[in-house]
């Protein structure tokens, strides 16, 4: 009996190592090397680095100098304002003050003009130092302060200081649209504006539905290249800007506009209602061919209405009549479009020529240009005086102000993006990163470690930098390689060979773990 | 090949029609010509010559779209057609501009351009965006770069080297829809709302026997010096009515395009439109309305009879017509100095070949070059080439063969052959079939492989059934009375179909099912053998509750 035992435990001993030998095979080297040949490709991403990014937490820096007759008066603006924005977390501002010297209270007390008086200021302040903006006494104004074109504020005395305060937030430092511009929603100047880019496309398109009844002279490339160039001069520190005119013939539309009757030469007009507009950007999507561009493209379009249905005046939701001369209206990221109606005494006669007026329409377009780009209205503040712009260029704080938007606006937005990427890779398992997309990550990851030290603000061209490694990861078209490959093509090779085989092999798990610890394998038999 | 001279008498033409400031001009021409017996030949012309003086990036008729993707890839010439059908030389004659069937595309690039390549790659991309064709698809395994048969019709400085700028490539199988008549139209000035584009009704031009649409570009010259050069946009549409499919002989605008002519395009110097009569001598036909002009060409010892139309943009409705008068007597064809045929040889998958038959019915020698352009998976050899079946003939001026390189380079040979007057040529070349990997296969390998056109560039002595422009003219009323020496002209032969071995694509997956199956069912009694013990059951043991509803079973079976 006890050799029989022995052969049938030796024999018993051969079948688990047998059996053993199968799970090694199947479950130890086959499952691992499915899982591997059928991965997908992806480079190892700092996923800790980008998920500790805080959106929330940037903020932007600045210098404020503030520029007093006596001590006193500077103590006392300089308090007041560190009071108003100590609590900012979106802004931290450098103040310094400084009682004038006696040639520049000279210059203050002598010259009468504003502007001026800012001209002879600029050989002592070095108003071109961008980011740096200086509040200057200035006495017996017309009103507390007084704000112009240059980065330099003008004040009266020390009861302006609630004004100063409020000016700097509303409008120099737009905290309001700087908070907007890193929130997760956008606000309202942010839904409005381009999203950031390094470059951008201005489109003219002039709209000419009936060519054989009227003739219209304009020079849009002349109209384009001085005024919305000399605009975009100006913020060519922010971006580039390419300008292009064309012209769109036998583009008609049709407004469904309401005859009105007036007294007036024509004696009537076309009210046109203001949801109705929308769809003239739809037909002139179809023709305007800005797909061709390689950079997003800002629309204008004028149209020029054909003399049987001018005038056109557009009607407010409320039915409320435009009060302004000119017809236009603006789209948020899309572009800004001028209505113009020849005049009825163009109309009348029997060649018609029509020439609309390059000034008042390229003023139209460049005000939609500033909105499109980010600069906003300024509201009125009580008490303070706003210089109105004689130029179309911007002013030179509206554009510290932009680049102070765009930069937060860049950082948070680069690191929501890498952060949503970091999710999207979590949830689908079926997109590639090669090492094209994982090098762009990488480098916008180091490009926002490096500007986010502690107490520094964003870095205007690091940001720029780091928003457009993390655009090209996000949009590479390498991450929809294997999008479409559903998981079941996966298993559809291997189920055939491993489901058959794994049936068997999985059920003896139970008795070779049994034997390996030593309990007895068949019951019913040993008795 | 540029004759500025002759081109300032164009631009004499031209400075009379200008008629607003912004410089460019626009015409519109339209071109009918009866084939007998069965078929009409229709070709709209329109051409838009951009004053360049400004910049690329301020338009006025020109398309924007079109001129920016020039710029952008500096692109000196460019001609893209998209055809579906077969131009029948030998029974049609010339059109005024021949096309290959499918896509076809090649460019020159400015001599600044260093990366042709990369560029090339890049326009064809965004040209695949812009009319909706598949031209995504050239790659550098379908592109060569002609030596001899393509030379630039525009105004290109002299360069030794311009055959390095120049890239080619043809998808035979692309197929012409609507999607790529509307971008095309969105080109034109007037799109399609008025002027002869207005006739260009989707649901009739796709009902022709051959129809190719076209976009070509170049730079002419602006000056007499040729300093200034501005740009010329060139589309066109070629349209071959079948009697048979529109029913009867007499056509008319209305039957032709499905509605009449809405006056001509108000931004157009000139919309006209002529009617080739030459044919009213053996089939007499009647055109309504009364042309306003009949002019009669002389050109290169044929004349031709042209009706001329002249529309008005504040023309209503008009249709012009034709009406046959009797239809007994047969047609001879007079056939043309030079045509083509091209087919497959052989049998079986292993080897073929391709024959291209060049017949010069003229009565002195006609130089030609004919340029073949084969696959990588259809490998030509040079050392199987035979002119008439012998392997060196005296026809052969001048040889240029580049061997192709699996999956990255086509095969490429050009020929200058002088054909003997009145003979006919046969070009034979052998090829092997090739393997694909099986995700090489297009979707419906079954259908069969399309090799793309040869280009036969020749220089006729006569003008026998041409029809094309001179060389620097840009429209079609320059063509008439332009006696020349010699007239040149690029065609295109037929593509031919080949038919790879082509496998069941359904075999992998039947395969890998089958084996695993097989390798299951050897699997399970091994792993059985392998890790069971056979145990002799006691008999009268006591029966399990899982054994007793087996045995039930059992029974019942029984």
Known sequence: ?527 | MFNSKNFLFFIAVFIETIFNANGDLFNEELFIKPLPPAHLYTYFQFTTLVNDNLSSEHTYLAPRSLVEVLTRFQVDELHFTLTEGQWRHNHWGYPVLDAAPGAELYAWFSSDVENVDTQWKKLSSTLAGLFCASLNFIEDFNTITPQMALQPTGAIPQNPNITSQLRYASLPREIVCTENLTPWKKLLPCESSRGLSALLNSRMIHNTNYHSIGVHTRKVCSSSDCSVVSLEIKQTVALVYDSKIIRTTDWSFTKLFGQGLPGGCPLASSSKVYVDITTNDTQPFLLSPEPEKVLLSQRGGSETKLALYTIKPENKMTTIGAKYISKKDLVLMKLPPLYFNRYVLGYGKEFGGIVTELTNTFWSSIDVVVLQNAPWWLPIQLSSLRINGEASSEMVLARHYSPGRSRQKPYHLELLLRLPPKSATKITIDFEFVFLKWQEYPPDANHGFYVGSAIITANLPTARNYTSLPGTASLFESSINASKPWYPAVFRTNGVMVSLPTPDFSMPYNVICLACTVVALAFGPLHNICTKELVLKVVGSSVTLKQKIINLFKKKKE
């Open chain 1, 1 to 527: 009996m006890g050799s029989e035992n022995n052969i049938s435990n030796a024999d018993e001993s051969n079948r688990m190592w047998a059996s053993a030998s199968f799970v090694g095979v199947l479950i130890i080297i086959g499952m691992p090397l499915w899982w591997k040949t059928t991965e997908v490709y992806r480079v190892s991403l700092p996923y800790e680095k980008i998920s500790s990014f805080k959106p929330l937490s940037h903020f932007v820096t600045t210098e404020l100098k503030v520029l007093a007759n006596d001590d006193a008066t500077a103590s006392k603006i300089v308090s007041e304002i560190q009071k108003a924005f100590a609590e900012s977390d979106i802004i931290k501002i450098k103040i310094e003050k400084t009682v004038m010297s006696e040639r520049q209270q000279h210059i203050l007390r002598s010259v009468v003009d504003m502007e001026k008086a800012v001209e002879e200021l600029a050989s002592t302040l070095d108003l071109d130092q961008e980011n740096i903006f200086h509040v200057v006494q200035k006495k017996s104004l017309s009103h507390n302060i007084w704000v112009g074109n240059e980065r330099i504020m003008f004040f009266d005395d020390e009861k302006a200081s609630e004004t100063i305060v409020k000016a700097l937030d509303g409008w120099i430092y737009q905290t309001s649209v700087l908070r907007g511009s890193r929130s997760d929603t956008p606000d309202q100047a942010r839904s409005t504006r381009f999203p950031p880019e390094s470059a951008y496309h201005i489109t003219l398109s002039i709209v000419h539905p009936r060519p054989d009844t009227m003739k219209v002279v304009w020079n849009a490339a002349e109209a384009v290249e001085d005024y919305i160039g000399s605009f975009v001069d100006e913020l060519s520190s922010l971006h580039n800007f390419t300008l292009k005119s064309q012209w769109l013939h036998l583009l008609d539309f049709d407004f469904q506009a309401r005859e009105v009757k007036e007294v007036s030469e024509w004696g009537r007009h076309f009210a046109v209602r203001q949801d109705r507009l929308s769809l003239l950007l739809t037909r002139l999507e179809e023709r305007a061919a800005t797909h061709v561009s390689e950079l997003s493209t800002i629309n204008l379009a004028l149209y020029i209405v054909p003399c049987d249905k001018a005038p056109i005046i557009i009607y407010d939701n409320e039915g409320r009549k435009n009060p302004l001369s000119i017809q236009a209206f603006m789209s948020p990221k899309w572009g800004g479009v001028v209505i113009a109606s020849p005049p009825a005494e163009q109309c009348s006669q029997q060649v018609r020529e029509f020439e609309p007026s390059v000034g008042q329409i390229m003023g139209a377009f460049v005000s939609h240009l500033r909105e499109l780009l980010g600069i906003t209205k300024k509201d009125a503040i009580e008490g303070a005086h706003l210089e109105p712009s004689r130029s179309v260029s911007p002013r030179r704080w509206e554009v510290d102000a932009l680049l102070r938007i765009r930069t937060l606006e860049q950082v948070t937005s680069a690191e929501r993006t890498l952060q949503s990427l970091a999710q999207l890779l979590e949830e689908i398992s079926n997109i590639v990163i090669n090492d094209e997309v994982g090098a762009s990550i990488a480098a916008a990851v180091s490009e926002l470690e490096a500007g986010a030290g502690e107490g520094a603000g964003a870095d205007a061209a690091r940001a720029g930098r780091a928003h457009a490694h993390a655009q090209r990861a996000f949009t590479h078209p390498g991450l929809l390689a294997l999008l479409y490959f559903p998981d079941d093509q996966k298993y559809a090779i291997y189920i055939p060979l491993f489901l058959p085989i794994m049936f068997p092999v999985v059920l003896s798990l139970r008795i070779l773990l049994l034997w390996f610890m030593g309990k007895p394998v068949h019951k019913e038999k040993t008795d």
